[in-house]
Each structure stands twice: as C-alpha cells, then as structure tokens.
C-alpha cells in the first residue's frame, strides 16, 4: 500500500545520507528470510486473485478469495482497518483499483468488464513480519494503450531491481525509473510513495518513483545489505496528477485516462537485490510454501 509524500522540515547541516541511513532499519540474513515467508504468502494471494480477473467477476469476491486465504494460513492483512489521516479506516484486505483508477480503490459490486485494467495490491504480516506487492492485469483482451502501459510500468519495476544492484543512492534508481517512463510518453505519479517495510507496513524510508529536490536535499538514502523497500511505480497515461474519492481512499486520475501499480517488496543483500514477493526460486521455497499452504511432503514434490 502506497503512502503519501512527507516533506522534511530539518535544517540539519549533516549530509542526508548519514541522517537517513539512522533512522532505516537494517535487516538481519535472519529477518530478511523470515520476511521471505510473509513475501511468498502474499506471491501466493496474487495468484489466486489473477485467478479471479475475468469478465463478469465482482471486485468483492476477489478481495474475498484473498481474506479467506490469509485466515487460512494464519497471516494477518495489513490494509484492513488500516488508518487514515480522515478517520475513515480501510475497509478490505487488498486495494482494487479499475482503470483509472491509480490505487486504494475499495472492493465492492463493480463488475470487470471486458477490456479493464484491474490494478491489486495485498500485503499480510506472518509471524511478525511484513509483505506487500501489486499487480495490474489486464481482464480479457485490452486495447494497445493499456497494452502499452502494463509494459512500460512492469518494466519500470525491473529497472529498479537491476539498478538496485549497481546503484549506491535511491536517487539513481529513481532517476532511471522517471527518464525511461518518459521516454515512452507517460507520466510517474508524484502523489503518492514507497517505503521502507519490515515489522510494521510503513517504515522509513519514503521510496519516490522520480528525482525532486527534496529527495536530494533531504530523503535520499544509501543502497546497502540490510535495507528493505516497497517499490511500486505508478504510471499514468495522461496527467501524473491524481485526487481522492468521496470514499476518502480512491486515488484516481484527474483526467481519468488508465493507470497502471506494480509493486515489490525487495531486500537489498550482499549477492544483490532479493525479491521477498516473488515466486518460488529454488526446491526448497517449493518444499516450504507447499508445508504451510497444504502440508504437502517433500517427497510428494520431488
């Protein structure tokens, strides 16, 4: 779940790096596996979700499949009840969000219809530790536009996690993110963030998708073994300016052309980036998610 931008009011003469880098919490081998158990629960919930992207499917029962699954598995959701700055908690375990509609759209009786973008972003917690991704779909057959924009914002992503290996500041990445959106004649959503994740859904640092100057001045950070980040990038067709629904949650374009959200949780560690949401990378992640989805053996796997 994205967050809102904070600017920084400090003054401080120490650099940024040194000043950020205190306040992230570095990661442990240790705790960077055990968010891996959150990360593939949440892999998991997205596909049984894209399972559900089809003509005809309510938002609802979507985000329904996913709650019965995180109850299943005795993971807790980490966007229902989730507050607001207006006091209106989020009301479902997983944001919906159809074609204009950029994030934190709210499951309900709106149909998918032939030709959407259908934008869903999950997170749980698992023994103590957070996991959080997104992925828009398309639903049926899309026109080329839609086409063009799940392309170019899944790319975005993929920029990111190579970058992150031979990067030494956020900064770079997030440079290289913003020009190669551009570049294809869509627009970074500046509104809205990543962040830092670990313990708690939210923590330091802020991850923007593009370069400002307050990121220089004030909020850029160090790529280094430890760090855990949500990157999400959030591209637009048109206008990068969003606003908010009568529902206090929907973020949507104001011009009301397609969005498309990706979104990992990535662990920075000394062999490179490691993505805590993704699939199933070896035989022994195939034989531990199958343990605790179905109490499936080894040796039926092998």
């Known amino acids: 779940m994205t967050r809102l931008p904070l600017k920084s009011a400090s003054s401080h003469v120490e650099t940024t790096a040194t000043r950020n880098d205190r306040m992230i919490n570095l990661r442990s081998e240790r705790e960077i596996a055990l968010m891996r158990k959150a990360g593939l629960l949440v892999w998991h919930a997205h596909e049984i979700a894209a399972s559900y992207c089809r003509p005809g499917v309510l938002t609802e029962e979507i985000d329904l499949a996913v709650e019965r699954f995180f109850i299943d598995q005795g993971a807790v959701s980490l966007f229902k009840g989730f507050p607001s700055g207006n006091g209106v908690p ?3 375990v997983t944001c919906i969000s159809v074609n204009e509609e950029v994030v934190h759209g709210i499951p309900g009786k709106r149909e ?8 869903i972003d999950t997170g749980c917690s698992f023994e103590g530790w957070c996991g959080d991704a997104a992925v828009t779909r398309p ?9 063009k924009l799940l392309n170019i914002t899944s790319r975005t992503l993929d920029l990111a996690i190579q970058r992150l290996a031979k990067a030494s500041y956020w900064s770079e990445v997030a440079r290289e993110m913003e ?3 551009r570049k294809n004649h869509f627009s970074v959503v500046e509104t809205l963030v ?3 994740i670990g313990r708690d859904m939210h923590e330091p640092p802020q991850v923007p998708n593009y370069v400002c100057a307050d990121l220089l ?3 850029d950070f160090r790529i280094q073994p430890g760090l855990v980040i949500a990157v999400e990038p959030m591209v637009n067709i048109g206008s990068k ?14 011009d009301r052309k397609g969005s498309a959200h990706f979104e990992h949780t990535i662990a920075i560690t000394k062999a490179g980036p490691y993505v805590l949401t993704g699939p199933p990378q070896s035989q ?3 034989i531990d998610i199958s343990r605790y989805l179905w109490g499936v053996s080894e040796n039926s796997i092998a």
């Open 90 to 92: 989020f009301p479902a």
């Open 112 to 119: 998918l219809l032939e030709g959407d973008l259908v934008s």
């Open 139 to 147: 639903v049926g057959k899309i026109d080329e536009t839609f086409e």
């Open 179 to 181: 020009n190669f959106v």
């Open 194 to 196: 990543g962040h830092g």
């Open 217 to 219: 001045r004030n909020g």
């Open 241 to 254: 300016r969003v606003r908010v629904g009568r529902d206090h949650w929907t973020m949507s374009t104001v």
């Open 284 to 286: 022994e992640e195939m």
